[in-house]
């Protein structure tokens, strides 16, 4: 069950994932929020911007290894718009934080790639969170918000073309 403060922080990744749109990135953004509810830190898709290994997911893990107690680090929370890729379940994974809470996941990404026929080479294989991290606590997707993903994602490939 998600709360009412889980649907503010989702919210606030979709919002970040748009702006990565709106900054040629890619959809995707992330809020760290500690065991009280406080968020730490977000960011978002930063893969054209800044450099290609730039995904939020994994600039929070860092950022929480680096700024937080380990205690702290089980109990944050990282609210995201995309379930994390391979890299950034592993980045959460080695920086021991805890729950994920992602809008949309790899699979319904790749499904709709599929639907618009969008054959971008992955130069890495789509996995679950799951597949990565065994161990971690993870919930979503959440109907409703996947498909206000959806649709940034659609953007991005129309621009593609
Ligand atoms: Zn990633």
Redesign the pocket.
């Known amino acids: 069950m998600l709360t009412d403060n889980d649907m503010i922080h989702l919210k606030r990744c979709v919002e970040l994932a748009a702006e990565a749109v709106a900054a040629g990135d890619r959809p995707f953004g992330s809020v760290l929020v500690s065991a009280d509810g406080v968020v730490l830190k977000e960011d978002r898709n930063r893969i054209h911007s800044v450099e290609p290994t730039y ?1 939020p ?2 600039a929070l893990a860092r950022w929480a290894a680096q700024n937080m107690s380990a205690a702290e680090r089980a109990q944050a929370v990282v609210y995201t718009s995309g379930e ?2 391979p ?2 379940s592993a980045a959460h994974a080695w920086a021991g934080l805890g729950r994920i809470v992602y809008a949309s996941s790899s699979q319904q990404l790749r499904q709709w790639m599929q639907e618009v026929g969008v054959t971008e080479p992955a130069p890495v294989n789509t996995l679950s969170i799951h597949e990565v991290a065994p161990h971690l606590e993870v919930q979503g997707p959440v109907a409703g918000l996947d498909q206000q993903i959806k649709a940034l994602h659609q953007q991005v490939w129309q621009k593609a073309d």
Request: hydrophobic letters at 30%; charged letters at 15%.
């Open positions: 995904h997911e994994i994390h890729c890299m950034c």
